[in-house]
């Protein structure tokens, strides 16, 4: 008989135990859904002021009128040989937050197939200022280039997207698209060989110059200072809170390899508190 209660009370103390271990377990778990974040929560807040402030409206047409003020007044120099301008074509003269908000949707990265098949809608919308601003260029006689690391598998679909819109010289020799390398000094130095560039509009620091490429946040820093001059003059820049250098090669120090802890992680400590 007092085999059976001792038998009796340890199945009940193992019952216990099961129970609150369970209970235990799915609190854990409970906990661990709750604080559980989107890899994408974090560009929300870039991407809703990208596509809702009117303030990032007006950075552009203010970019924009800068740029005019300053054609107007370089065009009037001699030159020894034909001028262009030099013009980047996403967030600078196209808006591609449509695809990033698709990201936030999905929450997944940015792979080259769906932005390829992005590209493939050609529904672009155009920035603020641009189609004006670009149109005015050409009717002062000066050649516009599009230059974009955008594949150039995808250069038919970016032409056609351009040229619904409005956009003027868009065609196979002023839209220049990568091939091998994203570094954009190449193709920059291809136009040198018959046009003096006069000005450069982009949204990316390495649209205007390689001696940004890949470099890290202090240093991006250190050439701006060295550069201020050219910045409001021949080198027109565009907000992008959404991405760029200044994340990937930046922030995330040029590895493509962190995991999104990890980067969420590096973000943290990217703050400056004083």
């Known amino acids: 008989m007092k085999n059976k209660y001792i038998l009796i009370l340890s199945l009940l103390l193992l ?20 604080i559980s974040i ?27 009128k800068i740029a005019t003020i300053e054609i107007d007044q370089i065009s009037q120099r001699q030159y020894k040989r034909p001028i262009a301008i030099v013009t980047d074509i996403d967030e600078t003269v196209l808006d591609n937050s449509p695809y990033n908000a698709r990201m936030v949707k999905t929450d997944t990265e940015y792979t080259r197939e769906t932005w390829i098949a992005w590209g493939k809608e050609e529904k672009a919308k155009a920035i603020p200022g641009s189609i004006v601003f670009l149109n005015y260029v050409k009717s002062k006689g000066i050649t516009i280039y599009y230059l974009s690391n955008r594949y150039y598998s995808q250069k038919l679909e970016t032409i056609n997207n351009l040229k619904k819109l409005g ?33 450069l509009l982009g949204d990316n620091l390495s649209d205007f110059s390689e001696e940004f490429e890949s470099q890290t946040t202090q240093k991006r820093n250190e050439i701006v200072e060295e550069k ?13 809170p959404m991405y760029g250098d200044w994340e990937t090669k930046g922030i995330y120090e040029g590895n493509y390899k962190w995991t999104s802890k990890q980067k969420d992680s590096i973000r943290k400590t990217k703050f400056r508190l004083n």
Not at 18 to 33: G, I, M, P, Q, W
Not at 228 to 240: A, D, L, M, R, Y
Request: with cysteine; charged share 30%.
């Open 228 to 240: 201020k001059s050219e910045i409001g003059t021949k080198f027109i820049v565009f907000p992008n």
């Open 15 to 34: 019952v216990n135990i099961a129970c609150k271990t369970t209970a235990t377990t799915n609190k854990k778990d409970e906990v661990k859904k709750e």
């Open 167 to 199: 956009f003027p010289q868009v065609d196979e020799t002023h839209v220049l698209l990568r091939k091998k390398t994203s570094s954009k000094k190449p193709r920059r130095e291809l136009i040198e060989k018959t046009h003096q560039i006069i000005m």
């Open 38 to 64: 989107p890899d994408r929560e974090h560009t929300i807040q870039a991407l809703l002021w990208q596509q809702n402030a009117a303030e990032y409206k007006a950075l552009c047409h203010q970019a924009y």
